[in-house]
Structures are given as C-alpha cells and as structure tokens.
C-alpha cells in the first residue's frame, strides 16, 4: 500500500491551496483517512479526518472553517482544501489511512493509522 501526498506549496498568508491523497493498493473507503502535519521542531499533530463510513469530517479546532476534507470516491482520492492560510500553518501535510473501522474516539489520534503518505510540505509567507 502507497499513499501519495502532493499540491504542498509557498503561499501567502490569507491563501489557499488543495491538497490530494493518492493510494495504491488501498480503498480509502476500508476505515478512516486523514491528514496530520508536523511544523519544524514540533510534534506531529491532527488537522482533519473523515470517517469513511459515515462521511463525517472531524477537525482540530485550530482549522475548523479554514480547512475542508473531502474524497472522490470514484478516483480513490482525498483532498484537504486548505484556505486562510496563517503562517501557523506552515508544516509538512501527511494523509494517513487505516484498513479497518475504528471507533470514533479513536480516529483523530496518528497512531491508529496504518499507512502514510511521503508528507507535502505548505510553507506561508508573510
């Protein structure tokens, strides 16, 4: 199983950019997927999941209303729409899947997830 994380760039504050998640050998639709990041020198932190089963969206409190996930279901695909960017926000975005359900409770936490993507790197200038 691969994930393929990419559309990362240099954007200025207030910006946007889409992220997209690309497996092989994985149907995003066998457990949860979801993006985590990590800022230089800090741990890597949730930002966005998406219980596949139930198609809710959770997200951490410092994106809600600035980030969106969502998935193609026909393409295998899971996008983070990521706008207002802050310079807070300047981290490598990974996308994380599980093969098997899990309970909610569990879903934000980076531990329970089998695959990882490569990480693409957001960078927010002033």
């Known amino acids: 199983v691969q994930l393929q994380a990419s559309g990362g760039g240099l954007v200025q504050t207030g910006g946007s950019l889409r992220l997209s998640c690309a497996a092989s050998g994985h149907t995003f639709s066998s457990g949860p997927v979801g993006w985590f990041r990590q800022a230089p020198g800090k741990e890597r932190e949730f930002v966005a999941v998406m219980d596949t089963w139930s198609g809710r969206p959770y997200y951490a409190d410092s994106v809600k209303g600035r980030f969106t996930i969502s998935r193609d279901k026909e393409k295998n695909l899971v996008y983070l729409a990521i706008n207002s960017l802050k310079s807070e926000d300047t981290a490598v975005y990974y996308c994380?899947?599980?093969?098997?359900?899990?309970?909610?409770?569990?879903?934000?936490?980076?531990?329970?997830?089998?695959?990882w993507g490569q990480g693409t790197q957001v960078t927010v200038s002033s």
């Open positions: 994380a899947a599980r093969s098997r359900r899990i309970v909610v409770s569990s879903i934000t936490q980076a531990g329970v997830y089998d695959y």
